[in-house]
């Protein structure tokens, strides 16, 4: 579906927004404006990465913006944004989509009432803008997450099983970082060919902000990490300095209660009446003196 947002302005400028468009569509899409046929399949292939190209005369870009709607699970570029392909010229703007992105409808809201005076590189370089603004609330969410993940670590009586969640946050930061850098390259390029009234500037100011957002959320899921396995070793030495504390006190009683579970009939203290007091005195007096021991090395 073609869908005609201006048509021949006072700038002589031609915008279209194309839908899903069936071959007949792309076919009127080369004859008219001269696309290159190569370019206008690339448009449909859902797994290309943002790059730039100039093609006689026309500047042809892709761009991937962050899926309001994907799943909490989505890891991948493919599950985590959406394609959109645009061909300029300073007089025409087609975009290209499988269906429809809140996106490109904030951008059409964004110049509504100004269609007459636009230019196609205002429209560029605002749907740039937009394009990076979208990669801004993921990575709030991403920090509000490691906040959250942090107090769970540091301020639960027990180690929280928090790993599944960080790996999905490493996962997608480090897929939104790498979709940043091909960005780069988008902006290097329009920057060769935009007039500085577009304010390019502030857009390629946006894009360095959003690279080092994301490197900051990568270390500190790596910090992290090794938090984490850090406080476990821990709470596992713990646990084990337990286990020993307690084996020390039994371990020498065990060995008394062993010596005089044996059944030999020449053991003077079978038939002393106090016997069986002396053996429990003497196991007190050990444990006592095991547990004043540790005490005093401050074991306890």
């Known amino acids: ?138 990575a709030n969410m991403l920090i509000d997450e490691l906040n959250q993940i942090e107090n769970k670590i540091f301020f639960d009586k027990t180690i929280p099983p928090v790993l599944p969640e960080i790996y999905f946050i490493k996962k997608k930061s ?3 970082e790498r979709l940043l850098i091909l960005y780069r390259d988008i902006l290097t390029s329009a920057a060769r060919f935009l007039p500085k009234r577009t304010y390019l500037r502030d857009v390629q100011d946006m894009h360095l902000r959003l690279e080092n957002l994301y490197k900051t959320i990568l270390g500190n899921t790596g910090y992290l990490i090794n938090v984490y396995f850090s406080l476990s070793s821990q709470r596992t030495n713990e646990i084990m300095q337990v286990l020993t504390l307690f084996s020390a006190f039994f371990l020498p009683l065990t060995f008394i209660a062993g010596v005089y579970g044996m059944n030999f009939e020449y053991m003077p203290e079978l038939k002393s009446p106090f016997g069986y007091g002396l053996t429990w005195s003497a196991m007190l007096v050990i444990a006592v003196g095991i547990y004043f021991w540790f005490k005093r090395k401050g074991w306890l």
Not at 84 to 89: D, E, K, P, S, Y
Request: glycine share 2%; charged share 30%.
């Open 174 to 176: 480090d897929t939104m």
């Open 1 to 138: 579906m073609i869908h005609k947002i201006i048509e021949g302005n006072q700038n002589g400028l031609d915008w279209l927004e194309v839908i899903n468009p069936t071959q007949e569509e792309m076919d009127f899409l080369a004859e008219k404006y001269k696309l290159p046929a190569a370019s206008l399949q690339d448009c449909l292939e859902p797994n290309h990465l943002p790059k730039f190209e100039e093609l006689e005369g026309i500047n042809f870009m892709i761009f991937r913006v962050y899926d309001v709607d994907c799943d909490y699970k989505a890891t991948t570029i493919q599950q985590l944004t959406r394609k959109i392909a645009l061909f300029h010229t300073p007089d025409f703007i087609i975009t290209v989509q499988r269906s429809v992105i809140p996106l490109t409808e904030d951008l059409k809201k964004f110049f509504a009432g100004r269609e007459k005076h636009l230019f196609s590189e205002e429209i560029l370089v605002k749907l740039i803008e937009f394009a990076l603004w979208s990669y801004e609330k993921p």
